[in-house]
Nanobody, 125 residues
Framework: QVDLVESGGGLARPGGSLTLSCVHS????????MAWFRQSPGKEREFVAS????????TYADSVKARFTISRDYNERTAWLQMDSLKPEDTAVYYC??????????????????WGQGTQVTVSS
């Protein structure tokens, strides 16, 4: 059983910052790419960022590049998403997920088989 638990969501003003955390069970998830997705009401879930098991390889959606930073401490079973220069359009429920070893496309929701419960991020003045 692999559990993913997100935390750190909340309310931020435009231009502000938030840091999301995702804790996972190493015993059965070791070595897999971890990613953050987000979903706004009425929209499909979209890729935000991913990081490999060592934390040295990262990928970002164009919409968050240079504003968000994904990192991972494999030994502590935690991944973070540092979100700076937040915009109202960043408002969404943010989910962390683990990618299947057999899947190649990090951007595709279908490549992930383990998901957290989500944490709400609201950016508003």
């Amino acid at each position: 059983q692999v559990d993913l638990v997100e935390s750190g969501g909340g309310l931020a003003r435009p231009g502000g910052s938030l840091t999301l955390s995702c804790v996972h069970s190493v015993r059965t998830s070791g070595g897999r790419i971890m990613a953050w997705f987000r979903q706004s009401p009425g929209k499909e879930r979209e890729f935000v960022a991913s990081v490999n098991f060592s934390g040295k390889m990262t990928t970002y959606a164009d919409s968050v590049k240079a504003r968000f930073t994904i990192s991972r401490d494999y030994n502590e079973r935690t991944a973070w998403l540092q979100m700076d220069s937040l915009k109202p359009e960043d408002t969404a429920v943010y989910y962390c997920a683990l990618k299947k070893f057999s899947a190649d496309n990090v951007y595709d929701v279908a490549s992930y088989d383990t998901w957290g419960q989500g944490t709400q991020v609201t950016v508003s003045s």
